[in-house]
Every structure is written in C-alpha cells, then in structure tokens.
C-alpha cells in the first residue's frame, strides 16, 4: 500500500469524522476498517423477520451475533455485556442516535466536585466541532434547552413525542422537573438526500430511509469525495515501533487473509475505546514491553461505561410506542450537575425509551421477560404497546480496577488476543442509579403509570467504552495529550471514546466525533507546518 | 426426540386459549431446535419426567418450572427460542394484529403516522432561567 499521510484505524464515528475533517483539508487519508458495508436500503425492518435480526445476525453483543468482522470478547467478569459493531459506520450502525452533548461541568469534575481529573480542553474548546458535526450528522431538536449552553438553531426540528412522550412531558411539567426533546441524529425532514424519519421504530436494524443518520451515510460519502481511502476487511494485527517514539508501520490483515503493512506519516487509533487499548496492549515489544504508550500501566485502565437502569411504566392506556424511533423523544437532566445532599456526586440523565415490538416485549428487552404458562397472554397483552421507560444514565468515574486488558487464551481470527473485561459498578454510580430509579419512578407514577417495573443494571448496555486511554498533561496519569497523542510517541493519536478524562452522563457520540475533528485540525496544522 | 414432546413443551410455555393458539399447534420445533443451542434443549430434554408428555396441564408445568429452578440458564435460553419463534410465526401476528391493533406487517417502507413535535408543550420549561453550571 502506498504511503499517506495520516492512517487511520477504525471506521466508526470518530474515524469518519477526522478522515473527512483531514481529507478536506488536503491531507491524504487512508483507513483501514475490518468490517464492510452494511446495505441499508435493504435493512431487515422491511422484511416479516426484523425482529428475529435484532436478536441474531443484528444482535449488538459480538459474542452472540459473530459476525465475521467481529472479534470476541472475554466479558465473563462484568455485568455489562458489549454492544459494539464492527463495519463501516462502526456503532452507528448499529445504535439509538440520541445526540446529547455533555456540560461545561462535565470538563472540570476535579476543581468543582473534587474528584477525578479535570480534561486538559474546556467546553467552549469543543462547541465549534460540535455545531460542525451537528450539521453534517443532521441533528433534529431545538435551541434553547435551559439545562444546556446555548447552541445554532438545530438543523431540523424535533421528532415526534408520540402518546406516551407527551403523557411524560406533562408529567415532568407537573413535578417541576426538566424535559426537554432530544437532540437526536435522527432526519425529522429530508435533509442532504436523506429522507425523513417515518417512526418505523427498530432504528437499531438500519434504516432503509438513511433518515437515521450513521457515519457511512454522513461522513465518509464526504470523505471519499475529498479523496480518503477506505480499505475495508483489513484486520489491523499490531502497531510496529521502530523507535520508542515513532510508530513505522501497521500491520494487517486484508480481506483476501494476506498480511500486508500499511506506512504512513501519523496512524490514528479510531478503534473505540476498547479495540483501540487492545491494540496498544497487543503492539507489546522490546522497546514498549507494556504495550505501546503504557509504561505507567494505564493504557486499557479507568474504563468508563454509562451504566443504566431502566424503569419502565405500565398504563392502562395504549401508548403505541413501537412507532417511533426508540430511542429519541425526550430527556430530562434535572439531576445532572452535582447536588451532595443526594448523597452522591456527580449526577445523571433520564431518557426517554418507547416501547417495543412483540418479540422484544415478550423477552423483556427493557423489562422482565413475560413469564411463561398460564398467565402469559394476559401479561403480554397488558404489556405491549402499554409501556414507556426512561433510562437512568449515571456518570461513571474512573476507577483504575476497571479495565480491558488482553485475555490469555481467546484471539480473534488473524490472531490477536482478544480484549477482557473488567468492570464493578462504583459505590457512587450505584447511588446515583437507585437515586435516578427513585425518581424515574416518581414521574412514571405522575404520567399515570399503573405497574412501575425497575431493571437496576442493564446487562446490554455496553455501548460505550471511554476512558481506558484518557487525555492529560502529565504523562504518569494520563496515556494521551490534550490532542489525543500518546505521550511518549511523536506520531501516534487516539481520537475514539478511550482519551475521555471523565464520561459525563450523556451518551458519548457528540463529544466524542467533536474531539476527533479537532484533533484532525491539529494533525492536519503539523503536517502542514511539516512541509 | 419427537416433535411432540417438544410440541407438548412448548404447549405449557405457551398454551393456547379463546384468542391465541398453543405453541404446540403452530409446527413451531423446528425453528426452536434451529434457535435453541443445542446443549440446552438436550439438558432439558433429558431433565423431563418420562410421562411428561401424558401428563395434565398442572403436571407438565410443574415439571418445567422444577427443571427451570434446576437448569435457568438453559431453561432460559430454551423459553427465549420459544418467543422468538411464537412470535414471528405469522399466525400469532395476526392475533396480536386483531387484538392490538399493531399491523401484521414489516415496520418498513409503510412505518407509522405520529403527530409533530407540538413546541406549545414546551411553555413551562421555556419559562425557566438556565441552570446549566458554568465552568
């Protein structure tokens, strides 16, 4: 392969979005992605078995849908199980698209709350990536949320709540609390030659509309227009360091099994934030016996997850919520900045979930599952189309005893071990979830629930892996710079959710394409200053 | 094993009655072999009494819910097979159709009609001062 650039590994959010950020500004980009392209226009929701899909072939946990692009992970010691996909598009593939950004506070934990670390950029640093990326991902919402900063007017109004979104609004009105509709990258109208949302539901399949924004619809068309390189089914086996500062070379395997090498001036780990620590861990050599930018043993450490408990309300009135995109109505941060007489710190976020489709009901996607026997068409048909939950999204702190590190045994198909999990949920997220689940409760009740049903811990909810490669100033307590460069090397980023100092209490996806544009700008102003 | 004792299985997860047919009549063993792993439905299989299949509604029951308490893991998995196969057999989709009112029809192209975001719902949370911390 020719030499670019600027390599990239990891053809999901962040990846595309610095691939587009560099191309368009004259760099040469290639990147090497394991998966394919995934045919949206022929999602499965247009055929009678798209919910046999979401269980199997769309399953988000790689160790139950094996997909050939998948690598397994070794999760037997963490109670939240992966949900990640492996294609071009990456999770976005694969997710609900709720587009929240995190807080000013979220920034500065340590010097307001006194914990953790504050992250080496501020807020206003990010704001500009996040309006750039809003437009390009065609966010629906509306300005003016008083939880949040100002921001642009949204590129496109807000979804609809439907019945059981607005039965909640109320409810949260009569509480006093906050409520807001969701930023959600989701098309409320066409927008850039993709059509609006028509509510289908099962967003998580693909949506044959492109109404549901992921990067292969977004980011790499552009990407590729300004000339990027996609190399798809290439496995990247290890980073190669011919110095201790300098990464030479990343060694793959491509689509027809052959090893290759792929050179370039900057490589750029885009591999989320647990592939992305499994290849430093795996590139171990003399000159980095630790694995690459871990000689003060953090790198795969502090991993962050959001966990979530989800409460759901039965009503006696039907609410349809199978029809709309599950995941996007409403929030509400009403306890998302620090309150200690709650007995915590830090805080979280409520999410409005709709309803499901008949499988999903009777498994207990978001519930218990329906019992079997006698009583279980009556408890069926009490439950569907009866129900609306709100996730209970609690900011994780680090904890270095969390972490991925390389399994022993298990290896993925070109031989690379695969990752193993570590994770207890903290004493404090613990209390930030029963706290959330409380008041879930509470407003379910208020909206006129008449069963509130509470998952304290949702075991599918490994969406997001932050941390494990977090950004600082001081190389002995971070892996990688306020850029996303690992210390210790002059031409190695991280730009996926691993660099996050702290995670907020949002989903990540905003906050994490923003800092991968901006670190693609800061690339992009030293190759230039280079030549 | 025969296809009735499985049918007899599934027929005590999930019975029939006025509205809904058993999961026993729907010639539904195949799919569940096919989405039950193997060792499972072997476990529970050989976990049954042997006069399971002859025995009364009550019977069979409590068999199985003695064998979930043994084997939950594998009894999940098998139950999970069930629903899956009960509920995409289109017969079932009727019903819910008929009883629910949710279409007997795949989410797309058609999906569904809701009413646009009303921002006159908002009138209460525009009134108040933001209370974002600043840092």
């Known amino acids: 392969m020719s030499a670019s650039d600027v390599l990239i590994v990891g053809a999901g959010a962040s990846g595309a979005a610095a691939a587009w950020r560099l191309a368009a500004s004259g760099v040469s980009v290639t990147c090497l992605e394991q998966g394919g392209w995934l045919d949206q226009r022929s999602a499965p929701s247009l055929g009678a078995d798209w919910e046999r899909a979401l269980q199997t072939a769309h399953n988000a946990n790689p160790n139950i849908r094996r997909a050939a692009a998948d690598y397994p992970v070794v999760d037997d010691d963490t109670p939240i199980k992966p949900a990640v996909f492996n294609g071009v598009g990456g999770g976005t593939l694969r997710w609900g698209a709720h587009f929240p950004r995190m807080h000013p506070s979220d920034f500065r934990v340590r010097t307001l709350d006194g914990v953790a670390d504050d992250w080496p950029l501020a807020y206003d640093e990010l704001a500009p990536y996040y309006e750039i ?244 068409h009556r408890r069926f048909r009490s439950e569907f189309a009866h129900t609306v939950s709100l996730t209970v999204t609690a900011e994780d702190l680090p904890e270095p005893d969390n972490r991925v590190t390389l399994d022993p045994v298990a290896r993925d198909g070109a031989g690379v071990p695969a990752p193993r999990l570590a994770y207890r949920v903290s004493d404090n997220s613990r209390r930030i979830l029963d706290h959330g689940i409380a008041r879930a409760s509470e407003v379910l009740r208020a909206a006129g629930a008449v069963d509130v049903v509470v998952n304290p811990l949702a075991s599918a909810a490994g969406f997001h892996f932050l941390g494990t490669m977090r950004m600082g100033d001081d190389p002995a307590r971070s892996v990688t710079d306020r850029w996303g460069r690992v210390h210790g090397t002059d031409n190695l980023y991280a730009i996926d959710g691993g660099v996050f100092v702290t995670s907020g209490a949002v989903n990540p996806t905003p906050t994490i394409q923003a800092l991968a544009l901006r670190s693609a700008d800061h690339i992009a102003a030293r190759l230039k200053e280079a030549a | 094993m025969s296809d009735a004792l499985l049918d007899s299985i599934l027929s005590t997860l999930l019975p029939g009655d006025a509205d809904w047919p058993s999961a026993g009549s729907l010639d539904l063993s195949a799919a569940v072999r096919a989405d039950c792993e193997a060792a499972a439905l072997a476990a529970i299989l050989g976990a049954l009494p042997p006069d399971f299949a002859a025995g009364d509604a009550d019977a069979r029951e409590s068999a199985l819910r003695a064998i979930e308490a043994a084997q939950p893991a594998a009894f999940e998995r098998l139950v999970a097979a069930a629903y899956l196969a009960y509920y995409t057999e289109p017969r079932v989709r009727i019903v819910v159709e008929r009883l629910t009112g949710y279409a007997a029809r795949p989410p797309q192209p058609l999906g569904y009609a809701l009413e646009p975001f009303d921002e006159a719902l908002l009138a209460t949370q525009k009134r108040r001062a933001p209370f974002w911390r600043r840092a």
């Not at chain 1, 709540?161 to 930023?183: E, I, N, V, Y």
């Not at chain 1, 850039?192 to 790499?220: F, M, Q």
């Not at chain 1, 052959?258 to 000159?287: D, P």
């Not at chain 1, 959001?306 to 995109?325: E, M, Q």
Request: charged share 20%; proline share 7%; net charge positive.
């Open chain 1, 133 to 376: 990326n809003d437009r390009i991902m065609g966010v629906s919402g509306l300005a003016g949320d008083p939880a949040n900063p100002p921001r642009e007017a949204r590129p496109l109004p807000p979804l609809p709540l439907g019945p059981g979104g607005g039965a909640m609004a109320r409810a949260f009105d009569a509480l006093g609390w906050h409520w807001w509709p969701s930023d959600s990258a989701i098309a409320s109208a066409p927008i850039d030659g993709r059509e609006g949302c028509n509510h289908c539901g099962p967003c998580g399949v693909g949506c044959p509309r492109h109404a549901r924004a992921s990067v292969d619809l977004t980011y790499w068309p552009r990407a590729l227009q300004a000339g990027a390189t996609l190399v798809t089914g290439a496995r990247v086996r290890r980073l190669i360091a011919d110095r201790k500062d300098r990464i030479a070379a990343v060694e793959y395997v491509d689509a027809a099994g052959t090893a290759q090498r792929a050179v370039a001036k900057i490589v750029v780990l885009a591999a989320n934030g647990m592939g992305s620590a499994r290849l430093l861990l795996a590139s171990a050599s003399r000159a980095h016996p630790a694995g690459i930018g871990n000689d003060h043993d953090l790198v795969g450490r502090c991993l962050m997850h959001h966990p979530t408990a989800i409460v759901t309300g039965v009503f006696a009135a039907r609410l349809d919520g199978y029809k709309g995109a599950f995941a996007c109505a409403l929030l509400s941060q009403e306890f998302y900045e620090t309150d200690r007489a709650r007995g915590f710190v830090r805080g979280y976020q409520m999410q409005l979930v709709r309803g499901s489709g008949p499988v999903a009901t009777a498994l207990g996607g978001y519930m218990a599952r329906v019992p079997w026997g006698r009583d279980h």
